[in-house]
């Protein structure tokens, strides 16, 4: 977590995935039991709707050392509680786009309709999410241990300005 | 808001309206501005007697967003409030949200004072409230309505988007870094009422309480994501902040996302829903695949 | 001591004299935004006296905002670690309202037990249990700082119009709380000091001329002759008293937005959260600013908040800076040990009177203005109370 760990040779990346219960962690499953294969790098957080997903649990796990997230539901029109991921797809092109002006590349987080009949897209999705965050690298911007509790005013500087 | 031989000035009118509107009784109190104590400085103040009108003032001093104090105002009868543009706004989303009742508001409207004066020393251009000048609510309109102006063309973000990722990161980390976890910027900001903010959260601690950047980034970013489709670009959080942070950078952003991807501009009309508490079924998706 | 000269041509040798001796900290220009904040300089070409003020009082290098109080890893009693130790300090440019404040924090932070006719009656009675005063605890963060640190000061030849130390037995030239003061005399700064510590800074310098501090001492009699509020001190905690329930506490507080900005800005306000955070098995426990001002403060588990509203809070900080600070303080004198110069103020008032709140309140609410509204209300309501009195009979 220290500034000397040096990424291993090949970097897995951890993906945090939010996947909404009655489509696409169902469709997870039946990637699953149909043994499609795809990369050990997400850890499901099951959540009821996609609707469920605040845009601060996102940032919470970049926070605590996710490399990437991904959100994923059920196709609109198909929502289990009917509106759920209509309202999130509004909530999610606002974090996206937010996220990007702010300097997260474009790529660490990702959002998804799958439904769940659809494991092997599931398992495709996973591929892609896995590949494009290990070409990004680990994510070494919001990480709380950048300034692991030492006091402010031994690390902050106070952005101030330095002589050149 | 120069007073022109015989003409009377926007503060005058100001005063006079006061003061009939609390001799008749049709309000039991005035929400505005008086003089402060240095130079070039206004406080709001909350007039209640007729002969206290004379207290009021109103010129290009005149520039916090007076609804921030109307969720938290527990105030018996009808209450005045003298609203510019981006207060009036604010008042339309506050009314929205059930934070305040219309029937309970009797809006004095004026033009925002910073559109008459070329020449204000403070606050800087940045700080500055964007949109229209003019009250979009309002029962009656004092003084003169000031001249529209351009659509905000939002330069300021394309500019700063030519940067790359990394610059950007850098740019807004730096400047963010200043923060002291004050929350002036939070406490002047009229869409900020709820009882306990998720900063202030301690089981869980969402965020933790020192000005450890990541933690003072999350809460930045997530203010200005509770701001979606509610902002309205008033400027009273940058003009708050203490520590010279350029807030109004990521709040236009948030303004200029719901506005490209949903058609809304924020605060103009009692009779559209709120951006983010609706949806359209053909809504872009094109970052969803 | 003997005042000696630094003229401004040697300021940048000086200056990198003091940066050999120790980390140097000085106020440095706020990168794209008005102001300065004391930082660590390397050299003259980093210090900024341009500003009346920093934005952030000195108190932060002695109270961070974030303070490591100690680390741990979870599971185990032995990994408890206590921060590093601070290095030795010299910090310059503090301005007399700045360095007045740590004496008072000085009180809070390393209060003496009291004498033993000054404890508390309970602690002879009881015998049970060990009535400990916490008026005598040492915070020891705090107090390595302290020790640790030499203070330069810059004397205020031109106070600001939120500036007001005079109301409150302070001075803009004053050396309360310094080792060494520079006052500025055009071309070169006159290096006062008040300690041995500031004293070794200046040994070899050239000795200040009859003149040189003549001019000073003009100087600091037209600064202070600028401010012009000043405020019957001596009655003020009974009239605080007589007025706590007078309505002008809800006019008074209106437009706060009960922000944290006066506390944080505050040379003299002190209060502080602790809280535990931990992440991956390791964890620390830290010290935050908090305010009295915040709606939360108070709170307590239950959901009770015993001050809910802004005009509890506004007059709550106003009595303790005014009331309650000076009785709980009541009578204790200056120890020199502790680097008290010139004689303490007496009632001692939780403010230094640097004005940084007023012009930093969002609200354009002023401390001042507060004191003299509550001096005039109190005054009428105590008039007609006596009058009433008066008919009563």
């Known amino acids: 977590m220290s500034d000397e760990q040096v990424p291993a040779p090949e970097f897995h990346p951890r993906i945090v995935a939010f996947l909404c219960n009655w489509c696409s962690y169902a469709g997870a499953d039946l990637a699953g039991i149909s043994r499609i294969q795809y990369p050990a790098s997400i850890r499901v957080i099951r959540v009821p709707c996609s609707g469920r997903v605040d845009p601060f649990f996102v940032l919470k796990a970049l926070q605590l050392g996710a490399d990437g997230v991904l959100i994923s539901g059920c196709h609109p029109g198909d929502c289990h509680y009917l509106t759920g991921n209509y309202v999130a797809r509004r909530r999610f092109a606002v974090l996206n786009d937010l996220l990007q002006f702010f300097g997260i590349e474009p790529g660490r987080v990702m959002f998804s309709w799958v439904s769940a009949a659809e494991g092997e897209r599931f398992a495709q999705v996973v591929r892609d999410a896995t590949e494009q965050v290990k070409k990004l690298g680990p994510l070494n911007r919001l990480a709380t241990s950048k300034t692991p509790f030492e006091d402010a005013m031994q690390t902050a500087e106070c952005r101030v300005q330095k002589a050149k | ?289 | 001591m003997t005042s000696r000269i630094v003229t401004k041509k040697d300021f940048s040798r000086f200056v990198a004299g003091l940066a050999k001796q120790a980390e140097l900290w000085a106020p440095m220009k706020l990168k794209d935004a008005d102001g300065s904040r004391f930082g660590r300089v390397k050299d003259a070409r980093e210090v900024c006296f341009d500003y009346l003020n920093t934005k952030l009082p000195v108190k932060e290098l002695f109270f961070p905002q974030r303070e490591l109080l100690f680390t741990f890893k979870t599971g185990t009693r032995e990994s408890v670690q206590p921060p590093q130790p601070v290095a030795e300090r010299i910090v310059l440019g503090v301005r007399p309202c700045d360095a007045a404040a740590l004496l008072l924090f000085d009180r809070v932070f390393m209060a003496e037990p009291l004498p033993a006719d000054r404890q508390p009656l309970s602690a002879k009675e009881d015998r049970k249990s060990e009535i400990v005063d916490c008026r005598s605890f040492v915070d020891p963060y705090y107090q390595q700082r302290r020790e640790k640190t030499t203070l330069v000061g810059l004397a205020c030849n031109e106070p600001g119009p939120a500036c007001f130390c005079t109301a409150l037995a302070g001075s803009p030239h004053g050396s309360a709380g310094l080792d060494l003061l520079l006052v500025d005399i055009d071309e070169r700064y006159l290096a006062v000091p008040t300690t041995d510590k500031g004293e070794k800074l200046v040994t070899g310098l050239p000795e200040a001329k009859k003149a040189d501090e003549e001019k000073a001492k003009q100087l600091a009699e037209a600064a202070g002759k600028t401010m012009k509020f000043a405020l019957d001190m001596a009655g003020l905690k009974s009239r605080l008293d007589q007025g706590f329930e007078s309505d002008a506490w809800d006019e008074l507080a209106l437009p706060c937005v009960n922000c944290g900005v006066c506390t944080y800005v505050c040379p003299t306000c002190h209060c502080f959260d602790v809280t535990d955070e931990e992440h991956k098995g390791k964890g620390a426990r830290l010290r935050t600013w908090d305010s009295c001002q915040f709606a939360l403060f108070t709170r307590h588990a239950s959901g009770h908040n015993p001050r809910p509203t802004g005009k509890d809070r506004m007059r709550q900080r106003t009595l303790h800076k005014f009331r309650y600070f000076p009785e709980a303080h009541a009578g204790l004198g200056h120890d020199p040990d502790r680097r008290h110069v010139g004689s303490c103020p007496a009632p001692l008032m939780l403010c230094v009177g640097c004005g940084r709140c007023i012009v930093e309140c969002p609200a354009g609410i002023d401390l001042r203005e507060t004191l003299c509204t509550l001096e005039e209300r109190i005054k009428d309501a105590v008039q007609t109370a006596e009058c009433k009195v008066q008919k009563a009979k």
């Open chain 2, 1 to 289: 808001m120069q007073s022109a031989k015989g003409k009377v000035t926007t503060q005058e009118q100001i005063r006079a309206r006061a003061k009939e509107l609390l001799e008749q009784k049709l309000v039991t109190a005035v929400l505005g501005f008086r003089e402060g104590s240095l130079p070039g400085t206004v406080v709001p103040t909350l007039v209640t007697k007729p002969e206290q009108s004379d207290s009021l003032v109103y010129d290009e001093r005149c520039l916090h967003n007076l609804a921030a104090y109307l969720p938290r105002l527990k105030h018996k009868g009808k209450l005045a409030v003298i609203a510019s543009g981006p207060t009036s706004r604010s008042i339309v989303n506050l009314i929205k949200e059930n934070q305040v009742k219309r029937e309970n508001l009797y809006i004095i409207g004026v033009a925002g004072p910073e559109f008459h004066h070329k020449d204000t020393k403070a606050p800087s251009v940045r700080n500055r409230s964007r949109g229209t000048p003019n009250p979009v609510l309002c029962d009656e309109m004092v003084g003169d309505k000031a001249a529209e102006p351009a659509e905000d063309d939002y330069a300021d973000i394309a500019a700063f988007e030519k940067l790359s990722p990394e610059e950007r990161w850098q740019e807004l980390t730096e400047d963010l870094s200043r923060c002291i976890r004050c929350y002036a910027c939070r406490q002047s900001c009229p869409n900020c009422y709820c009882p306990t903010c998720f900063v202030d959260s301690s089981q869980p601690q969402w965020v933790g309480r020192t000005t450890d950047d990541s933690d003072t980034i999350m809460f930045h970013i997530m203010r200005a994501m509770h701001m979606a489709g509610r902002c309205v670009e008033c400027g009273a959080c940058a003009r708050a902040c203490p520590m010279g942070i350029d807030l109004m950078r990521l709040n236009r952003k948030v303004a200029l996302i719901v506005r490209d991807r949903f058609g809304h501009v924020s605060g103009m009309s009692l009779d559209t829903p709120l951006p983010l508490a609706c949806f359209q079924t053909d809504d872009k998706q094109e970052f969803i695949r």
